[in-house]
């Protein structure tokens, strides 16, 4: 999850104001920061699938099926990816454009997003870890609908908020 928030937040702030104004002039700036929060958030997501899915097949999953331990683990991967997606896009242009401030936001967000009673991320962790000790696998469905819903509006928020302030 914080890798993903570091993800998003490196597209979202990593072009020079001239090189962002002819990529708003061609596609316009909210559908340029769309593009640069899904950039961000392929690789992590990506990384995470195959960790999982390498994890799953060599790992021992104490007597969980494979496909139960592969569907906990990408719904716990989505969730946690999701969440960090929303944690970065928060943290970056336009809403804080001081480093200092970006990255002391992102850090406390991806803290806060790990430990905080109700986050996406935290729920599907603690759904892995209780489907550890037993021999069952706890899909965290809630958790990854939470974070697709938290993700989307935190989406729109941000690309609206480029077009207007940007």
Avoid: Y
Avoid at 8 to 32: F, H, M, N, S, Y
């Amino acid at each position: 999850m914080p890798v993903t928030a570091w993800c998003v937040r490196i597209c979202l702030t990593q072009e020079p104001p001239a090189a962002r104004d002819v990529v708003a002039a061609a596609a316009g700036r909210g559908r340029a920061h769309l593009a640069a929060l899904l950039t961000g958030t392929a690789l992590p997501g990506l990384l995470g699938t195959v960790a999982v899915l390498g994890l799953t097949a060599i790992g021992d999953r104490r007597g969980v099926g494979a496909l139960a331990a592969t569907g906990a683990g990408l719904l716990s991967t989505a969730a946690c990816v999701l969440t960090g997606a929303a944690v970065g896009a928060l943290a970056a242009r336009p809403f804080l454009k001081a480093a200092g401030w970006s990255v002391t936001a992102l850090v406390t967000g991806s803290l806060l997003a790990l430990v905080t009673t109700g986050s996406p991320a935290k729920h599907a962790l603690t759904a892995l870890v209780t489907g550890s000790r037993t021999t069952t696998a706890h899909l965290p469905w809630l958790a990854c609908a939470g974070a697709v819903l938290l993700a989307a509006a935190t989406a729109a928020l941000a690309c609206r908020a480029t077009a207007r302030l940007e």
